[in-house]
């Protein structure tokens, strides 16, 4: 089956700055990848999605690309708050709504 | 606004028990899923349904059945829990089945304990 990494280190960053954060995917590309927040004792909430055949999605702050050569999505969010700290989930969907979600990476951003 | 509801936020069982978990959503979505969560394994797609009374098994559909009898309710079956079924357990919807819309809506998730 798909598999989803992200990093499983938290991402510790100053408040204002840029967060960087990254998911790769083996075997196949997925049609779409979505990318998702979760707070603590939360459901994850979505926030961008990016077809395949799409290298750059926007959405106030945030950025997402899709590099089907390196099999990769970078999430960025500019301008970061603390507000932004969560555990943001990739996630990547092949046939007919089949969903392979990442195990999330947690930001943290520091005032 | 979007709604996504579990019937449970915390529960308790002991194992052999037969345990429901149920889901509503209110959005007239076609799609429904349930995952459950883990640390270190993120989520894991156990059911889906994209109709009423059609499900497709996910990666880990073993110790597990669901119900779709109306399009507004899916539920989760643990026919006999067991320890290893102790996790959190998601559910999510989304519009439909080839839409360009795919984001899931979640509920808040039900985190059972399975002793």
């Known amino acids: 089956s798909q598999k989803i990494e992200q990093n499983s280190e938290a991402l510790n960053i100053q408040e204002g700055k840029t967060a960087t954060l990254t998911c790769n995917y083996t075997?196949?590309?997925?049609?779409?990848l979505q990318w998702y927040r979760q707070d603590p004792g939360r459901g994850p909430v979505f926030l961008l999605l990016i077809r395949e055949n799409e290298k750059e999605k926007r959405k106030e702050r945030l950025k997402v690309t899709f590099d089907t050569t390196l099999k990769q999505s970078l999430f960025h969010i500019t301008a970061s708050q603390p507000a932004d700290s969560a555990t943001y989930l990739c996630?990547?969907?092949?046939?007919?709504?089949?969903?392979?979600f990442g195990s999330g990476t947690k930001l943290n951003v520091k005032p | 606004d979007v709604k996504v509801t579990q019937s449970s936020r915390y529960l308790v069982k002991r194992t052999g028990e037969k345990v429901f978990l149920e889901c509503v959503q209110d959005m007239d979505h076609e799609n429904m899923f349930w995952y459950r969560q883990d640390p270190g394994l993120g989520l894991r797609l156990i059911y889906f349904s994209y109709d009423v009374k059609m499900k497709e098994k996910g990666d880990i559909p073993e110790g597990y059945s669901v119900s779709r009898e109306k399009k507004e309710r899916f539920s989760l079956i643990l026919e006999s829990a067991s320890t290893n079924q102790t996790s959190m357990y998601l559910c999510?919807?989304?519009?439909?089945?080839?839409?360009?819309?795919?984001?899931?809506?979640f509920g808040p998730g039900t985190r059972l304990t399975v002793l």
């Open positions: 075997n196949y590309s997925p049609a779409y």
């Open positions: 999510a919807s989304s519009l439909q089945r080839g839409s360009s819309y795919n984001e899931q809506f």
């Open positions: 996630a990547a969907e092949y046939n007919f709504n089949k969903f392979y």
